[in-house]
């Protein structure tokens, strides 16, 4: 019954955006992803469970990409000629299908890449299909500030309060939750419903928007926004979000100051990353005591994992790969371990040479697309994000391009790149 009611709203949406002009449907679609995708759905997420809805399996998030493909194909039918296909949807379909394929032609299919690989397609098609103008992007940035308020309060509270704040969406959700101690948790704010990874991209991400805002003018606003953002980013007890916001203070640092200046504010920073990696190596807080040994034990299997591809992967179906992903293969487990724990080696163990480099060209694409908006504002913010989500590949299987927080910077760089704010200006001043 529950799915017969899901179609006929899905009917009942898409007769709406039938009825209405085009210029209506895109403004249905730029404010469904700033109000609904980006701040409505991280705050719901954990009370919406999945639902079977025909060959899909959804939960929020999917139902959004649903819904944006289905304005973007509105949009596709009330005007064909106007459809813009970006060479960053372009290379994320090439990557997408050639996964899809190599794995069908090894003899391997999972239903669920199907969703996972095509479903964020139409967010980003939608994305460059959309006419924005310069309060889209104030709209953009202080819904993303609301959010970074909410984030730090629930993790105020899932510290002091309770682990399990905003995890009440599957009744599995307490396993979820990496225990680092009796009584710590590694947190993930109104990530929780969702999944680890997904709320320290978000995070990360979220961190580094907010850095940036103060790249052309430091404000004390943004300045206090990034503070609360990164104690959410430190209660992660996840390394590669703690490098997220440091590798986008250097890309700041380097493009904001210039001769002494720069060096001496790189020097501090590095101290400051020293300084904080001594302190949780070697005298962890009260109430951390296994910290030390569970940072060890993670480093170790790290480096293990990549021993093991390079001893007995290296030089096997280089070009077009095994078709599967090392977890999923059971190709580590006679050697103790269950994956590589790359991102990058574990898109050359599937798709071979081949496949990483369409990885990369979408990668660059988006790279290409951040460099644009750098000559064209000052502002180096969109190449950090592509350099970050590389890096964080470097320590985790994130090769995927449907992550919350990786869609949302996305986003921003597709409303920066078409509004093109003056060079070393804000877009718009902001009212208070």
Known sequence: ?????????????????????????????????????????????????????????????????????????????????????????????????????????????????????????????????????????????????????????????????????????YADDGTRLYQIDSALYRNRSVFAGIGMNEGGIAMGFLALIMMFKNFYKVRFKYLALSGMILFSVLVTFSRYVWLMPVIGMLFFIFYKFRGERK???????????????????????????????????????????????????????????????????GAFFQYGRHTVHNGILDVLFRGGFVGLGLFFLVLYQIFRRGRMVFKRTGNPVFMAFVVIYLFINTTAGLNFFHYFGFLTMLFYLSIYYQVEPERNREPEPEKT
Request: charged content about 15%; overall charge neutral.
């Open 1 to 169: 019954m529950n799915n017969i009611y899901f179609f006929l709203e899905i009917v009942f949406l898409l007769l709406l955006l039938v009825a209405l002009d085009r210029k209506t449907v895109e403004s249905v679609g730029k404010y469904a992803i700033i109000l609904g995708y980006v701040l409505v759905y991280p705050l719901t997420a954990f009370l919406v469970p999945e639902v079977d809805a025909g060959p899909l399996r959804l939960d929020a998030g999917r139902a959004f990409l649903l819904l944006f493909w289905g304005v973007f194909f509105m949009l596709a039918l009330k005007n064909p000629r106007k459809i813009k296909i970006c060479k960053i949807a372009l290379a994320m379909i090439a990557y997408n299908l050639y996964l899809l394929i190599s794995s069908w032609m090894s003899g391997i299919f999972y239903k669920n890449e199907v969703v996972n690989f095509l479903l964020p397609v139409g967010i980003v098609l939608l994305m460059d299909n959309i006419e924005y103008q310069p309060r889209d992007l104030v709209v953009f940035e202080k819904v993303a500030a609301l959010l970074v308020v909410v984030v730090a309060v629930v993790s105020v509270l899932q510290i002091t309060v309770d682990p399990y704040l905003f995890s009440s969406a």
């Open 263 to 329: 060096v001496a504010a790189l020097v501090m920073i590095m101290a400051a990353v020293i300084v904080a990696s001594s302190v949780y190596s070697s005298n962890p807080p009260a109430g951390v005591s296994t910290l030390e040994n569970v940072a060890g034990r993670s480093v170790e299997g790290r480096i293990q994992s990549i021993d093991i591809y390079f001893r007995h992967f290296w030089g096997k179906r280089m070009i077009f790969g095994f078709g599967d992903w090392t977890q999923q293969s």
